[in-house]
């Protein structure tokens, strides 16, 4: 076995809180180039069960173990002591190790501390025989910048092989699983069959097998899809947004109903998105369109605030209300009663378009999808003026 994974958390097994860190270990791994995780195992806030589940993954010989939670500052958090007793170690003070809390001092005896780039509990690591036990934070954030943004990440990929295999993650946009398979399937013969994740900004579609293979049926989707591609990996269309935003000194104010605060929220979670994001404004109440957005009470009263044509002014007049290149707007309806969620978007900028799209999905989802197919589109919008 080349990697064992254990979670800890009583919050875990009780449901309180999802399991993010499965997919954020083996998405660190595979995009690595090194094989997923071979076994997962949950454990309680007991220093038996953590014990336990040790000595199960020791008795598989991986290279690796994974554990995480239990390395925080209150009594629950003793996945430290747990791991010292099962493997017969004392716990060493380490004078030098810079903290303002006495227990992050303490470490298993032979393993190294490493300090927490994003919060305050360390990760350590060390040796039983040939497998190397990494000990990290079980809040995602905090484990994923120490796979990131520490040596840990490197430590632990230097006792995996590279895999023969590669992962390549096709993201696309503006169409749903059935419309994508709808086009793809007429080049299974060139392509084979591959798997089709759908998420909130759009489908993805995963490659896996040889390099030489996955590059060549990457190229021949790219032909197939053209503009409806818009990344890869782990690209974010958001952080595609941002990027050409600021490369071409571009900025962008949006106009919302529907997604209520959706866009601004993916817009600024970009690091320096000042540079770019002038205000947003949710009109949610028809009276709101008309008075703060400038929506015509006639276009309203006879196309209804549900149409290209309410779209098109909200864009427009947001877009000169904060002096940006770019306004942005979403009007529609999340939850539909009567039918299927759907939602017009506008764009202005050089002029103003318009889109619709019908949804499925329960409300919250639907606003999220509502506003990553507006920053696809304008992507796309991006990417005609090359």
Known sequence: METGLILTGNELLEGFVRDENTSIVAHFLIMNRRHPPQRVVMAGDRAGDIADSLRYMLEKSPRVIIITGGLGPTEDDITVQAVAKALGRDLVRDEDFETDLEKYRYRIEDFILIPNPSGKAPGMFGHEGDTLIVLLPGVPSELRGFLHETRMGKIILDHLPIADEMYLLIKTGGLIERELRDILSRYYDRIGIPDYIATPSGVIIKLRGKESEVLRKKEIIEK???????????????????????RRGLTIATAESCTSGKLPDLLTSISGSSAYFKGGMVAYETSAKERLLGVPHEVIEKYTVYSHQTAAYMAVNVKNLFGAHIGISTTGMAENPDGSPFAFIGIAFNNVETHYREFIGER????TKIAYYALFRLFQKFTEMR
């Open 224 to 246: 197939i899809l053209g503009s409806y591609i818009w990344g890869y990996n782990d690209e974010t269309l958001e952080g595609k947004i941002a990027d050409i935003l600021k």
């Open 364 to 367: 919250n989802l639907v606003r």
